[in-house]
């Protein structure tokens, strides 16, 4: 099993950036992706999810309107597109497929996002 985020980086204020999470080892698409973050000195905070079928999306306050959770179960990938990123969305981004049925549960490593000028 393993999951595979990339396209963190450095961007300044106002800027965008897409995360993409690639799965391998397991039905993906039976998988809701979960997208967390965790900056310095902080809890790690939930960001985002959708469903396995991708109907159902659902962001936190603090990046709903700015953050888009997508999937193509087709490619196993799952994305986070950020736009308008601040300072504050400064964290490492992980990505986490969890299923509802057997509550089996995976991690990536995470990927860094740092939003500075």
């Known amino acids: 099993v393993h999951l595979v985020e990339s396209g963190g980086g450095l961007v300044q204020p106002g800027g965008s950036l897409r995360l993409s999470c690639t799965a391998s080892g397991f039905t993906f698409s039976s998988f809701y992706i979960i997208w967390h973050r965790q900056a310095p000195g902080k809890e790690r905070e939930w960001v985002a999810q959708?469903?396995?079928?991708?109907?159902?999306?659902s962001a936190a306050d603090s990046v709903k309107g700015r953050f888009i959770i997508s999937r193509d179960n087709a490619k196993n990938t799952a994305f986070l597109q950020m736009n308008n990123l601040s300072p504050e969305d400064t964290a490492v981004y992980y990505c986490?497929?969890?299923?509802?049925?057997?509550?089996?549960?995976?991690w990536g490593q995470g990927t860094q996002v740092t939003v500075a000028s």
């Open positions: 986490n497929a969890w299923n509802s049925a057997t509550q089996d549960d995976y």
């Open positions: 959708i469903t396995g079928s991708g109907g159902t999306t």
